[in-house]
């Protein structure tokens, strides 16, 4: 059994399409260059390069594979991303499938009550001192209905903020609409991991009561996933 839970690391990641790893948005190009990867030929030169001293050596994996930082949202790299993403979630589905190992699909979630959209704490988005980024004014926002315990219009406003985030190390409406999809046209059971969450957190909003930051859940959102039940989509 195989249960696919991924999608966070699509733009920054290794080869995502806004790391230096970038290769191409044409699959045949990237499965030219893992093919090459796997030749000890290739692996002898990059252990050579990994002696020779750099600047960066400081950095952590992320922060060295990172190149572009502001991503629009359904932006040019957005949108290639997000259908390199669809064709590799079909692939990996077909190939388990004709391979009988069984398989489920897991929706994305993360913290989008308790975290300002990471493009305004980055300083990355270009704004004078009387503007704050499109995602943070949708955040302050929500912030205001939740004072005023207009709970719905808090959820929308700080989804529109989470997926409007021009830093993306969160996964967007958009790439669940993809799971689900592919859910639904390959007959795959599916766990709507993000449902859950916005059913088990306070006020019906995932926020630091799950999660240890943006994205990594404590020790009470581990135990929702392992709850959840699985249902056809």
């Known amino acids: 059994l195989v249960l696919i839970y991924f999608g966070h690391n699509e733009f920054y990641g290794a080869l995502g399409t806004a790391s230096v790893e970038y290769v191409s948005k044409y699959p ?11 030749l000890y030929f290739y692996q002898s ?12 050596q400081d950095k ?14 359904r932006g040019e790299v957005y949108n290639i991303t997000h259908n390199l993403f669809k064709n590799n979630l079909i692939q990996i589905v077909d190939l388990l499938k004709s391979e009988g190992i069984p398989v489920i699909l897991s929706t994305l979630t993360c ?12 300083g990355i988005v270009d704004s004078d001192s009387s503007a704050k980024s499109i995602a943070y004014n ?19 406003c700080f989804i529109e903020a989470k997926d409007l985030d021009q830093l993306r190390f969160r996964a967007s409406s958009d790439l669940n609409m993809i799971i689900k999809l592919v859910s639904q046209v390959y007959d795959i059971p599916l766990v ?11 006020d019906g909003i995932p926020g630091r009561d799950l999660f240890n930051e ?9 135990l929702i ?9």
């Open 28 to 38: 045949i190009l990237i499965k030219s260059l893992l093919w090459l990867r796997s």
């Open 45 to 56: 030169l990059s252990h050579l390069a990994n002696i020779i001293p750099d600047n960066n």
């Open 60 to 73: 952590t994996l992320m922060s060295a594979l990172i190149g572009d930082l502001a991503l629009p949202h």
């Open 111 to 122: 913290n989008i009550r308790d975290q300002i959209p990471l493009d305004e704490l980055s």
């Open 138 to 156: 949708k955040y302050l926002n929500a912030l205001n209905h939740m004072k005023n315990k207009e709970y719905l219009n808090a959820k929308e």
């Open 192 to 202: 709507d991991m993000d449902m859950c969450f916005f059913r088990n957190s306070v």
């Open 214 to 222: 943006h994205l990594h859940p404590n020790e009470k959102l581990s």
């Open 225 to 233: 996933h392992i709850s959840e039940p699985t249902r056809p989509y």
